[in-house]
């Protein structure tokens, strides 16, 4: 048991279940509030966070980044996905998918190959360390947008 992985694989349920746990306070009528006319509503902010536990754990699984060819075509891919996704029963059941995707990635991590760095082909590299921790961090981040919007609408409840 490496607890490196063990760490990161804990912070990804935990990242999951304080987001799931927050969104869930976000009533119906708001799911696709927006605070300004660009911004994102509390639903298309949490599919994009369950989305990316599934993209995370593919990156750890095949211990690289992806490089699309076209950023643009694969960018509007993502938005697509995302605003696609609509129904917060859902959400939550890709988020739950993805993040046990996630734990399965890690586990499957030698003790060198967490310690590797990762080549993008982009001219940039990542430490696999720092990919290891993004589910959890990303999750984690996402949930202070949602704690935000809550304020919004003067939802000042702390919810633990």
């Given at each position: ?9 804990k ?6 279940e ?7 306070h ?31 754990a593919?990156?750890i ?7 699309p060819?076209?950023l643009?075509?694969?960018?509007a ?8 996704l ?43 360390s ?5 589910p ?14 809550q ?10």
């Amino acid at each position: 048991m490496n607890p490196l992985i063990e760490s990161h694989k804990k912070a990804a349920i935990n990242g999951m279940e304080m987001f799931l746990r927050n969104f869930s306070h976000v009533p119906d009528e708001k799911l696709t509030w927006q605070a300004t006319p660009t911004a994102k509503s509390p639903i298309r902010i949490a599919a994009h966070t369950a989305l990316y536990a599934g993209r995370f754990a593919k990156m750890i699984r095949d211990r690289k980044t992806p490089a699309p060819e076209n950023l643009e075509e694969w960018l509007a891919q993502r938005d697509a996905e995302e605003i696609a996704l609509t129904d917060r029963k859902e959400v939550e059941r890709i988020f739950r998918e993805g993040t046990a995707e996630v734990i399965a990635a890690l586990d499957s991590l030698s003790p060198e190959e967490a310690e590797m760095t990762i080549d993008s082909g982009q001219g940039w590299t990542m430490p696999m360390s720092f990919l290891m921790s993004l589910p959890g961090f990303h999750a984690t981040l996402h949930m202070g947008q949602i704690d935000f919007l809550q304020t919004c609408w003067d939802d000042q409840q702390v919810y633990v």
